[in-house]
């Protein structure tokens, strides 16, 4: 039942993590599209559409955000703040995907409006299985908040 | 207030009045006794010299009494009418003498008798109805002593009944020649007046005794007496003797010259003592006084003295109790007190300062050190989380080449790839674990009742897949206890002890894991029994360290973290963790908690 396509961002500056993550949704079946970045500042310019990501066919507005807690340059707590300041952005379903579970990382994503906090699994059987429920969940089952007209 | 001073026999508020008053009173009482002794002899001094005073003037009186005496008895036996008839004793004669020696009626009550003797001692005539108080021995002596001396005698006391007599006797010469004795019996009579005058002379408690040299009758001007209990006769200074009615008197005798007459004058001693013991009385009514005084002034200053010094106690064991707070005020003194107290203030304030000095210092260490364990905390527990990163890509690697590029290697080499991916997984485990221990050992539990069944339950649960894969026998006992612990905490360690129980079984063998509690005083033991491999006891404390292991991961999978979990676990919730057991035929582990009192509660 897809609506369409999904369009995640991926925000994670771990290179293997990136490419673990995109062979995982490859091998879930989902259709759809991985973009990453791999900093903060990336995420807020690619959410924004500032160069290099004006171009929206090439860097469309994503209906999911997999977020990474630590990250180079603005944190992803910093990025999930400033999108929930955003008027377009507010609602937007962010998932955080972090290696960290520390209590004050979690309360405070949650605090600041994160929709799903997950910690990375080493296994990939299980980082597989993750990426395939959270792409199920949140594209083929979850309304998402309905899309504003600019 | 200032009677809790007296709290305690031992302080010095009560010993040192005690102390003072004691040599004071000392001090009053020696000095009492020297003033005393010298009163008592001033006393007796002047008794004494007063009585030979009264003595001698009584002597004198009867001396020219004596003299008196004895001109009437001359001149009575020098007159006419006597002389006459002793020389010539007819009845014309006789009866002119009788006439001439009847008493005229102004002496008549002093006159007993009188008569003329002869020098033979032969009765010529007696005028006067006092016979039978003249007594024959006497007057032969009286006889005898005129005619040999050729002189006026008088004779010694006599006493009859209640009456006291003496005679007077004087020679009736014819030519110079001693022919007869006259001689006169006077009664020994004194009137009220006289008496009182002799009171008034002598004193009073003084009492005047006249009696015969040669031992005999004594009177006391009015009557017979008895005479004192010594020879006085010989005595010329005061004389000291008991007198039964008196009681102890201090006498003088003197002898009444021209007669065989002693005067004695007796003085009661406790008279003679009266001004010294009236001086003894003043003196203790004073020394009394004094004593009340000096008591009540010296516990006053005392009082003064030991509050400071009580005040000064009291905060020195405020101190030792550890309060610092406690500065001592004893006002503006500039003595000894008054320097101890400015001192011990002064010493309070350093340790006070030095004891918050020190206190800040470790407050500052403790922040600095808890700062430190945080960070280092963090640090550690950051540093496990990345270190997953490179796990997560040396396993998904691995796994991504056996499943993308099998077809290129050969078997070696799809080993090895299965290997790095084991030993990432494997490394991985133990990270977790390691921050599951290092959460347990660092989270502050709140402790409260905690159902174990319940937790038991929860338990079971977590390690459902291990008991289905072992199809294992697991026997809870229904009624288990409440206790004070912390529920989550609870549950994992016994997943744990459950899980082991499980696991550290041969593989041929049917698991039977039983859990069971019993009860001890004031804590619950809860026992985790199974049928697997033992324990041997060198082992049996080493287990519970942090991965320890003693059996290879082939044999028995695990990280060896799980039992360390527990005794931290229990550590944090006050219990504590033990096992027993018997190699070949099983283990039984137990966890012991402070038992919840309310049943039910939990």
Same mark, same amino acid.
């Given at each position: 039942?897809?609506?369409d396509?999904?369009? $995640?961002?991926?925000?994670?500056?771990?290179?293997?993590?990136v490419?673990?993550?995109?062979? #995982?949704?490859?091998?879930?079946?989902?259709?759809? #599209? $991985?973009?990453?970045?791999?900093?903060?500042?990336?995420?807020v &310019?690619?959410?924004?559409?500032e &160069?290099?990501?004006?171009?929206?066919?090439?860097?469309?507005?994503?209906?999911?955000?997999?977020?990474d $807690?630590?990250?180079?340059?603005?944190?992803g707590?910093?990025v999930l703040?400033?999108?929930?300041a955003?008027?377009s952005?507010?609602?937007?379903?962010t998932?955080?995907?972090?290696?960290?579970?520390?209590?004050?990382?979690?309360?405070?994503?949650?605090?600041?409006?994160?929709?799903?906090?997950?910690?990375?699994?080493?296994?990939?059987?299980?980082?597989?299985?993750?990426i395939?429920?959270?792409?199920?969940?949140?594209?083929?089952?979850?309304?998402?908040?309905? &899309?504003?007209?600019v | 207030?200032?009677?809790?001073?007296?709290?305690?026999a031992?302080?010095?508020?009560?010993?040192?009045p005690?102390?003072?008053?004691?040599?004071?009173?000392l001090?009053?009482?020696?000095?009492?006794?020297?003033i005393?002794?010298?009163?008592?002899?001033a006393?007796?001094?002047?008794?004494?010299?007063? %009585?030979?005073d009264?003595?001698?003037?009584?002597r004198?009186?009867?001396d020219?009494?004596?003299?008196?005496?004895?001109?009437?008895?001359?001149?009575?036996a020098?007159?006419?009418?006597?002389v006459a008839?002793?020389?010539?004793?007819?009845?014309?004669?006789?009866?002119a003498v009788?006439?001439?020696?009847?008493?005229?009626? /102004?002496?008549?009550a002093?006159?007993a008798?009188?008569?003329?003797?002869s020098?033979? *001692?032969?009765?010529?005539?007696?005028?006067?109805?006092?016979? +039978?108080s003249?007594?024959?021995?006497?007057?032969?002596?009286?006889?005898?002593d005129?005619v040999?001396?050729?002189g006026?005698?008088i @004779?010694?006391?006599?006493?009859?009944?209640?009456?006291?007599?003496?005679?007077?006797?004087a020679p009736?010469?014819?030519?110079?020649?001693?022919?007869?004795?006259?001689?006169?019996w006077?009664?020994?009579?004194?009137?009220p007046e006289?008496?009182? +005058?002799?009171?008034?002379?002598i @004193?009073?408690g003084?009492?005047?005794?006249?009696?015969?040299?040669?031992?005999?009758?004594w009177?006391?001007?009015?009557?017979?007496? =008895?005479?004192?209990?010594?020879?006085?006769?010989?005595a010329? @200074?005061?004389?000291r003797?008991?007198?039964?009615?008196?009681?102890?008197v201090?006498?003088m005798?003197?002898?009444?010259?021209?007669?065989?007459?002693?005067?004695?004058?007796?003085?009661?001693?406790?008279?003679?003592?009266?001004?010294?013991?009236?001086?003894?009385?003043?003196?203790?009514?004073?020394?009394?006084i004094?004593l !009340?005084v000096?008591?009540?002034?010296?516990w006053?200053?005392?009082?003064?003295?030991m509050?400071?010094l009580a005040?000064?106690?009291?905060?020195a064991?405020?101190?030792?109790?550890?309060?610092?707070?406690?500065?001592?005020?004893?006002?503006?003194?500039?003595d000894?007190?008054?320097?101890?107290?400015?001192?011990?203030?002064?010493?309070v304030?350093?340790?006070?300062?030095?004891q918050?000095?020190?206190?800040?210092?470790? =407050?500052?260490?403790?922040?600095?050190?808890?700062?430190?364990?945080?960070? %280092?905390?963090?640090?550690?527990?950051?540093?496990?989380?990345?270190?997953?990163?490179?796990?997560?890509?040396?396993?998904?690697?691995?796994?991504?080449?056996?499943?993308?590029?099998?077809?290129?290697?050969?078997?070696t080499?799809?080993?090895?790839?299965?290997l790095?991916?084991?030993?990432?997984?494997?490394?991985?485990?133990?990270?977790?674990?390691?921050?599951?221990?290092s959460?347990?050992?660092?989270t *502050?539990?709140?402790?409260?009742?905690?159902?174990l069944?319940?937790a038991?339950?929860?338990?079971?649960?977590?390690?459902?897949g291990?008991?289905?894969?072992?199809?294992?026998?697991?026997?809870? /006992?229904?009624?288990l206890p409440?206790?004070?612990?912390?529920?989550?905490?609870?549950?994992q !360690?016994?997943a744990?002890?459950?899980?082991?129980?499980?696991k550290?079984?041969?593989?041929?063998?049917?698991?039977?894991?039983?859990?069971?509690?019993?009860?001890?005083?004031g804590?619950v033991?809860?026992?985790?029994? *199974?049928n697997?491999i033992?324990?041997?006891?060198?082992?049996?404390?080493?287990?519970?360290?942090?991965?320890e292991?003693?059996?290879? !991961?082939?044999?028995?999978?695990?990280?060896?973290?799980?039992?360390?979990?527990?005794?931290?676990?229990?550590?944090?919730?006050?219990?504590?963790?033990? !096992?027993?057991?018997?190699?070949?035929?099983?283990?039984?582990?137990?966890?012991?908690?402070?038992?919840m009192?309310?049943?039910g509660?939990?």
């Amino acid at each position: 039942m897809p609506r369409d396509n999904a369009v $995640i961002l991926l925000v994670e500056d771990d290179a293997n993590d990136v490419l673990l993550i995109q062979r #995982a949704f490859a091998k879930s079946g989902a259709a759809g #599209a $991985i973009h990453s970045v791999s900093d903060g500042d990336a995420a807020v &310019a690619y959410l924004q559409g500032e &160069a290099p990501y004006a171009d929206r066919t090439r860097h469309p507005l994503p209906n999911l955000v997999l977020l990474d $807690i630590k990250l180079p340059r603005r944190s992803g707590l910093d990025v999930l703040q400033w999108m929930r300041a955003q008027v377009s952005l507010q609602r937007l379903p962010t998932v955080m995907l972090t290696s960290s579970r520390d209590g004050g990382d979690v309360n405070r994503a949650y605090d600041l409006g994160a929709n799903s906090y997950l910690v990375k699994p080493v296994s990939f059987d299980a980082l597989q299985e993750l990426i395939h429920l959270v792409s199920r969940y949140w594209n083929d089952w979850n309304e998402g908040p309905p &899309a504003r007209v600019v | 207030m200032p009677l809790r001073f007296l709290r305690s026999a031992k302080s010095l508020a009560v010993t040192l009045p005690l102390k003072i008053g004691g040599l004071v009173l000392l001090g009053v009482l020696i000095g009492a006794f020297v003033i005393y002794g010298s009163v008592r002899d001033a006393a007796m001094r002047q008794s004494v010299q007063r %009585l030979g005073d009264v003595t001698n003037e009584l002597r004198g009186m009867l001396d020219a009494n004596g003299v008196q005496n004895r001109k009437i008895v001359r001149s009575v036996a020098d007159s006419a009418p006597v002389v006459a008839f002793v020389r010539a004793p007819d009845a014309a004669r006789r009866d002119a003498v009788a006439k001439a020696l009847a008493p005229t009626p /102004d002496v008549a009550a002093a006159i007993a008798l009188r008569e003329i003797r002869s020098a033979a *001692d032969s009765v010529l005539i007696q005028v006067g109805n006092g016979r +039978q108080s003249a007594d024959p021995a006497i007057d032969a002596a009286l006889v005898h002593d005129v005619v040999a001396n050729n002189g006026e005698v008088i @004779g010694p006391i006599h006493v009859i009944g209640d009456s006291v007599f003496y005679a007077a006797a004087a020679p009736v010469r014819v030519h110079g020649k001693v022919h007869a004795v006259y001689i006169e019996w006077r009664r020994i009579t004194s009137t009220p007046e006289a008496r009182q +005058q002799l009171n008034a002379l002598i @004193g009073n408690g003084a009492n005047l005794l006249l009696g015969s040299t040669q031992g005999g009758a004594w009177t006391d001007l009015e009557r017979a007496v =008895a005479g004192p209990p010594v020879a006085v006769d010989t005595a010329t @200074g005061p004389i000291r003797y008991d007198r039964r009615e008196t009681g102890s008197v201090v006498a003088m005798a003197r002898h009444v010259p021209g007669t065989p007459w002693t005067v004695l004058v007796e003085f009661s001693r406790a008279e003679s003592l009266a001004p010294a013991t009236r001086f003894l009385g003043r003196l203790g009514i004073i020394t009394a006084i004094l004593l !009340v005084v000096l008591l009540t002034g010296t516990w006053m200053s005392s009082r003064t003295l030991m509050r400071p010094l009580a005040d000064l106690t009291h905060a020195a064991e405020a101190v030792a109790h550890g309060q610092f707070d406690g500065a001592v005020s004893v006002g503006d003194r500039q003595d000894e007190i008054g320097r101890l107290a400015v001192a011990f203030t002064t010493m309070v304030t350093h340790v006070r300062e030095s004891q918050e000095e020190l206190e800040r210092r470790v =407050a500052e260490r403790t922040r600095e050190l808890k700062e430190r364990n945080e960070e %280092l905390e963090a640090f550690g527990y950051s540093l496990a989380h990345d270190l997953r990163a490179p796990l997560r890509a040396m396993q998904g690697f691995s796994q991504a080449l056996l499943e993308d590029h099998s077809s290129q290697l050969d078997p070696t080499g799809r080993h090895y790839a299965e290997l790095v991916s084991e030993g990432a997984q494997t490394m991985d485990r133990m990270i977790l674990d390691l921050l599951n221990y290092s959460r347990v050992a660092r989270t *502050d539990l709140d402790n409260g009742p905690v159902d174990l069944g319940q937790a038991v339950t929860d338990a079971t649960r977590q390690v459902k897949g291990d008991l289905a894969a072992r199809r294992a026998h697991l026997t809870v /006992d229904p009624m288990l206890p409440g206790a004070v612990g912390h529920p989550a905490t609870l549950v994992q !360690v016994f997943a744990n002890l459950i899980g082991n129980a499980v696991k550290f079984v041969p593989a041929d063998r049917i698991p039977e894991v039983r859990v069971r509690a019993n009860r001890h005083n004031g804590t619950v033991r809860v026992w985790v029994e *199974d049928n697997g491999i033992g324990i041997e006891p060198q082992f049996q404390q080493k287990i519970f360290g942090v991965f320890e292991r003693l059996h290879g !991961v082939d044999e028995y999978a695990g990280t060896g973290i799980g039992l360390a979990i527990v005794r931290k676990a229990m550590e944090k919730m006050g219990g504590t963790v033990g !096992v027993e057991s018997t190699v070949g035929a099983g283990s039984r582990f137990w966890i012991e908690l402070p038992r919840m009192e309310a049943p039910g509660a939990a």
